[in-house]
């Protein structure tokens, strides 16, 4: 008989000295050295729950409501527990994975679960709770606990961050209890070199920069080891997925999300060809398929009028998205041996002399030009 999954014990909780002391095989780091030490210590490089996109420590993981973010966060906790393909192309290497789906209810995450799986079978790595303690309250140590008994674990995911962070101490500022409520979860992926994502949510107002985009202080981003924004126009497949963080590169990637199945799928190119508009977006995809496409063709390729193509590339083409050939055929400005189109400033006039009392008579009878200015002051008496 095979061995029944670890449960989430929200009992016996782990002091802080009863921390492994060794995880994953790897001591733990100590905390203080002396400079000619610390640079002749070798480290482990971080562990990667999804390569490039979730490392070990706290991601947080924000994004307007209903965009996508559990169906992302679930997808992504199904794949690192059962070894598959991350966003359908980034392997992963298996591991334990623990979830809190902690605005679910069962039947709701069976389903959700069926629809990504498809047929696939369900990970025995993956373990799936929807209630906890808040972190300061005995959460963090039910947590600790998991992980003791997982020590091979490999991402902990908490859905939604807002019901484990507790509440603020008294006369506290807003920045500080941020910072301090991110320290719980940082202290367990510490502790444990372990992927800690916490599910966000964004601020309404909309924001130039993703990181300021993120509900609350800026006491969040700063605590967290990462950032991840989630962004989906609303009824659109295509969204955004910016990061940056202590050990990952700041960058954006495009993905795609299909309904019928609830899966986030990572899409080739550069993520702006997808933040264009519709006609703009299916013209570029095609023309970085096949460059030096004609009007005919793309409009034959995508089902867009030939006549709705044959502007929109020339929109594109003044807007240096596309460039264009005597022939009309388009190609993308990032194409190698390609460059965007330049406008050429037009020809400057001769400028006309302005009169003076040497010339003063050729002007008689002409429109009046500027006068001469008259001969400034010395600048150290103005300024006294």
Not at 293 to 322: F, H, W, Y
Not at 332 to 345: I, K, L, Q
């Amino acid at each position: 008989m095979s061995e029944p999954t670890p449960r989430l014990r929200l009992v016996h909780p782990v002091d802080d000295d009863q921390a492994p002391a060794v995880v994953d095989g790897r001591p733990r780091l100590r905390t203080a050295w002396t400079a000619d030490e610390l640079m002749a210590e070798e480290f482990p490089p971080p562990r990667w729950a999804v390569p490039g996109l979730v490392a070990e420590g706290v991601n947080l993981l924000a994004g307007p409501p209903k965009v996508g973010k559990s169906w992302l966060s679930l997808g992504l906790a199904l794949s690192v527990a059962g070894g598959d393909s991350a966003l359908g192309s980034i392997p992963v290497q298996a591991g334990p994975v623990l979830y809190l789906a902690l605005e679910d209810t069962p039947r709701r995450l069976q389903s959700r679960m069926g629809k990504i799986l498809d047929e696939r079978h369900a990970p025995h790595g993956l373990t799936l709770a929807t209630t906890c303690p808040p972190l300061p309250e005995g959460g963090a140590s039910a947590i600790a606990g998991w992980l003791t008994r997982n020590p091979d674990a490999r991402m902990v995911v908490i859905d939604v961050f807002a019901k484990v962070r507790g509440r603020p101490a008294a006369a506290v500022s807003a920045y500080d209890a941020d910072y301090a409520a991110i320290g719980h979860a940082k202290k367990l992926a510490d502790d444990y070199a372990v992927a800690v994502v916490l599910v966000h949510h964004v601020r309404k107002a909309g924001a130039e920069d993703f990181l300021e985009a993120v509900s609350g202080t800026n006491g969040l981003a700063g605590a967290a080891d990462a950032t991840l924004v989630l962004r989906r126009p609303r009824g659109e497949a295509d969204g955004m997925l910016s990061i940056t963080g202590r050990d990952v590169d700041e960058s954006e990637y495009a993905l795609r999300f299909t309904a019928e199945n609830g899966s986030w799928t990572l899409l080739d190119g550069p993520p702006q060809d997808y933040a264009m508009s519709g006609n703009r977006a299916a013209i570029m995809r095609h023309v970085r398929e096949h460059p030096g496409s004609t009007p005919k063709a793309i409009a034959e390729a995508t089902g867009i009028s030939r006549d709705t193509v044959k502007k929109t590339c020339q929109r594109m083409n003044a807007d240096g998205q596309l460039t264009a050939d005597a022939g009309g055929r388009y190609r993308t400005v990032d194409e190698p041996g390609t460059t965007a189109p330049v406008s050429v400033p037009g020809v400057p006039g001769v400028p006309e002399p302005l009169p003076n009392c040497e010339n003063e008579s050729d002007f008689r009878g002409h429109p009046a030009r500027a006068r001469v200015p008259g001969v400034p002051g010395r600048v150290d008496e103005e300024l006294r």
